[in-house]
């Protein structure tokens, strides 16, 4: 017994130094970073700092080199602050120390080195002062009119896969007039720069009066160019007209189904997952979002797609045909819908695990909760948070048939092998919104991990960390960047057998064949009038090419890639289930990876770093009960290699099978007629609801769900707009 607990603390003693290393090496990189950010930051201070003191140095000596070069540096130093030192540029903001401050400053201290140096005379003097005012008094018109053509614009809803031509949609006004103010203030300054420079030089104030009157003539062509969007012709319908206009689609579309979704930046995979099993169900469905910006993060689809950023205007679809909101993801704004009585709102998450997350409390906001199988099932009844059984109804996960089982491509060690080598994939979740211990094993065990899987060269590895890794603690993106560095540098010490020419030439063809497909009519300064314009109803069948091309990609992307070659899969590259089937044996994290990977009934890990004992984390942690546990030193890794090596002493494999059925839930009826018969279900359900509501008013049930009346109609929706309103909800940014 004695001999046990000094085998689990030399285990212990070992993750200890491991984790301690591990961030050692972080704090070392961070102070790296932080001292890089800081060189940048007194370099570019110091260069402003040194321009101003040239000009200042030339006037007081009458030297007309300093005043130029002042000038020059600082314009240059303004040029590159952007791309160098952004954080210094927003402190500098923050102390309103902004580029037209900056340029102003530069162009007054040029037009008095002129008059220090004696080149500006009693005749030319108010010209050019004229001149110069003129240019930044037409600057600030034209941030006035293109802030009103912005804000004209900007319509109340944002549509694609629309034909929404009856808003009288328009190309974008020109960028250089209505968005890059920046670039446009650099633009004038250096024409003026340039020729007050000239003037500096030569003595002739000809120069400076000619490059200051002929930007004030460019400003003035670009703003009445500008202004002409404000002009009918060119001018988009107002609110109310917009607004009837959605009305006017949603009687004409009759939507019964749609997936209600509301997140950030980096949220967008939550939804895309979803994509392809909307628009295999039965009935008309529709996207409905909350942020502008997320129009253009989802992906692909043939699906009508609506964004409605007011809550008032959200209230809209109280009177429509939409019966079902199915949410994959909790937000703030989601509680908004949720006003809707008409709806009826379902929880089909972005994925299962066993993790707080997936007991969320907000679940008992729904009607009713879709899971995967029986196991989630029972993690909403262990968790006592309001999530009522009968609430509760088991789907499964359509979107996974893509996933191939295991034997379908073989392993490095049988028959269909790659090169002889195991390819391991390496995919952590990432820290999450809570200090949850264990969330993801970046931190603490990340690198010792792929150290371990790197030391066998009988590996091939495919790391694919989680998109928001690093999104909420700093030291997840440290870890995350150190890993990458191993990887990199274990490439630069590996070689071996190259693919052949025809292998690089047929992904050049699938890249070309995809980007062909996906390809969008608009350049990337198009505002969003115009990507309605040119996102308009697609033709029949469109994303189905799209996914047909994305798979065809993603073969031909394996097949350029050296076999031996460690790969850091991010955005952009081959997506998750396509690297699962290019896998031997995944190593993760307690997240919904695993849930999907097991789909496969192929071997996986998972790293402990929850600082349960190994019992302790498989009794909580029911996902974990078929895997290989990793320590936070790799501890297992060893073992784990071998036993994909060696199927035939694969003792898990039949608590793999059984997971399946409790994870997943069973393969027939297949997942995705159940979602559909659910969807269906849910319904039933909304319409009897209607129907028993205007029984109880005494209305009669209209087959087309007109309301009886247009005054009674509009009154209402005027009312719950009103009590919108009261309620502080708007538009945020």
């Not at 314009?533 to 990609?553: D, K, M, Y």
């Amino acid at each position: 017994m004695g001999g046990l607990v000094e085998g689990v603390a030399e285990v212990d003693d070992a993750g200890a130094g491991a984790v301690r290393s591990a961030e050692a090496a972080r704090e070392r990189q961070q102070r790296v970073r932080r001292m890089r950010e800081r060189t940048r930051s007194g370099c570019a201070l110091g260069l402003l700092a040194a321009g101003y003191l040239f000009q200042m140095s030339g006037i007081a000596g009458a030297g007309a080199a300093l005043v130029v070069l002042g000038a020059a540096l600082g314009l240059l130093t303004d040029v590159l602050l952007p791309h160098h030192a952004r954080g210094t540029e927003r402190r500098l903001a923050r102390a309103q120390f902004t580029p037209a401050v900056r340029q102003m400053l530069r162009d007054a201290l040029l037009l008095g080195g002129l008059g220090r140096l004696g080149v500006l005379d009693s005749g030319s003097t108010a010209p050019l002062l004229g001149a110069v005012l003129a240019c930044w008094a037409l600057h600030f018109l034209c941030q006035a009119v293109a802030g009103s053509v912005r804000a004209r614009r900007r319509l109340p809803v944002v549509t694609r896969n629309i034909d929404a031509s009856a808003l009288g949609l328009t190309p974008s006004p020109p960028a250089l007039f209505a968005q890059r103010a920046t670039v446009r203030l650099l633009g004038v300054a250096a024409v003026l720069t340039a020729g007050m420079s000239a003037s500096a030089a030569t003595g002739d104030p000809v120069w400076a009066l000619a490059a200051a009157v002929g930007c004030c003539a460019g400003m003035l062509a670009g703003i009445a160019w500008l202004a002409t969007w404000l002009l009918p012709g060119k001018r988009v319908v107002g609110e109310e007209e917009a607004l009837a206009w959605l009305d006017g689609w949603l009687a004409e579309y009759r939507p019964t189904v749609g997936m209600y979704f509301s997140g950030g930046n980096a949220s967008a995979y939550q939804a895309n997952m979803w994509l392809s099993t909307l628009a295999e169900l039965e009935g008309r469905p529709v996207i409905v979002l909350r942020e502008r910006f997320m129009v253009q993060k989802i992906d692909a689809t043939d699906v009508p797609v609506l964004c409605v950023p007011k809550v008032s205007h959200l209230m809209r679809l109280e009177h429509s045909t939409l019966k079902v909101l199915l949410h994959p993801a909790n937000s703030g704004k989601t509680s908004q819908v949720l006003r809707i009585p008409t709806l009826k709102h379902a929880f089909i998450n972005h994925g299962e695990s066993d993790k707080l997350s997936s007991c969320n409390p907000y679940a008992k906001a729904y009607d009713q909760v879709w899971v995967a199988g029986e196991a989630a099932r029972e993690r909403y009844a262990l968790a006592h948070i309001g999530v009522e059984d009968k609430d509760v109804v088991e789907v499964g996960r359509p979107q996974l048939a893509p996933i191939e089982a295991a034997g379908t491509r073989g392993t490095a060690a049988g028959p269909g092998g790659r090169d002889g080598r195991l390819t391991v994939l390496y995919a952590p979740t990432w820290e999450g919104f809570t200090d949850d211990p264990g969330n993801t094993s970046v931190l603490v065990a990340g690198e010792a991990i792929v150290s371990a899987l790197l030391a066998d060269r009988g590996v091939r590895l495919l790391y694919k960390p989680h998109p928001m890794t690093g999104t909420v603690d700093p030291r997840a993106g440290e870890a995350d960047r150190c890993i990458r560095a191993l990887i990199q540098r274990a490439n630069a010490g590996r070689g071996g057998e190259e693919p052949g020419p025809e292998a690089q030439a047929a992904l050049r063809e699938a890249t070309a064949e995809l980007r062909r497909l996906t390809r969008v009519d608009f350049g990337r300064r198009a505002d969003e009038v115009e990507r309605m314009l040119r996102q308009q109803a697609p033709e029949p069948g469109r994303a189905r090419e799209v996914e047909e091309a994305a798979r065809a990609w993603e073969e031909a992307y394996w097949a350029a890639q050296p076999p031996w070659l460690h790969q850091i899969v991010t955005a952009g590259g081959p997506g998750l289930f396509c690297c699962f089937n290019e896998a031997d044996v995944l190593v993760s994290d307690v997240s919904s990876v695993v849930s999907d990977y097991l789909s496969s009934e192929k071997p996986y890990a998972v790293a402990n770093t929850s600082g349960l004992d190994d019992d302790g984390f498989r009794a909580a942690c029911p996902t974990v009960r078929a895997a290989t546990l990793l320590g936070p030193d790799g501890t297992g890794i060893d073992r784990l290699l071998h036993t994909v090596r060696h199927p035939r002493e694969d003792t898990l494999a039949p608590a793999r099978a059984a997971l399946k059925v409790r994870l997943l839930g069973p393969a027939e009826p297949p997942s995705l007629v159940r979602f559909n018969r659910a969807v269906q279900a849910l319904v039933r359900e909304a319409e009897a609801r209607e129907e028993r509501v205007r029984a109880v008013a005494g209305q009669p049930l209209d087959a087309e769900g007109d309301a009886e009346g247009e005054v009674e109609a509009e009154e209402e929706r005027e009312r719950g707009q009103a009590l919108a309103e009261a309620l502080g909800e708007d538009e945020r940014p």
